[in-house]
């Protein structure tokens, strides 16, 4: 079992960027991905990487502008986002993947997850 602390969210106007961060304990070498749930709305895959970081994937709304990153050393995965916007707000969630695939990602892949962290992109 691996147990997820997410941190660093907050208020952002649109056009910035903010850094989460995800701390793990436990089973830490694993997949890790991040999830997204904004106001009346299901939950939606973010990003996701794989144990070594070697392997990443992201969601077409977030490409180009999101980075997924992991330092094992610190048991730490990050996201950083850049260029926000206003529909980025949301509550984000970490999550321990139960499989090594970084493609095709669903919900049920991911067996732990972290309380999440508020997002909040102003326009």
């Known amino acids: 079992q691996v147990q997820l602390v997410e941190s660093g969210g907050g208020l952002v106007q649109a056009g910035g960027s903010l850094r989460l961060a995800c701390t793990m304990s436990?089973?830490?070498?694993?997949?890790m991905g991040w999830f997204r749930q904004a106001p009346g709305k299901e939950r939606e895959f973010v990003a996701v990487?794989?144990?070594?970081?070697?392997?990443?994937n992201y969601a077409s709304s977030v490409k180009g502008r999101f980075t997924i990153s992991r330092d094992n050393a610190k048991n730490t995965v990050y996201l950083q986002m850049s260029s926000l916007k206003p529909e980025d707000t949301a509550v984000y969630y970490c999550?321990?993947?139960?499989?090594?695939?970084?493609?095709?990602?669903?919900?049920?892949?991911?067996?732990?997850w972290g309380q999440g962290t508020q997002v909040t992109v102003s326009s």
């Open positions: 990487i794989n144990w070594n970081g070697g392997l990443s």
């Open positions: 436990g089973r830490t070498f694993t997949t």
């Open positions: 999550a321990a993947g139960r499989t090594g695939s970084v493609v095709n990602i669903r919900e049920t892949d991911f067996g732990s």
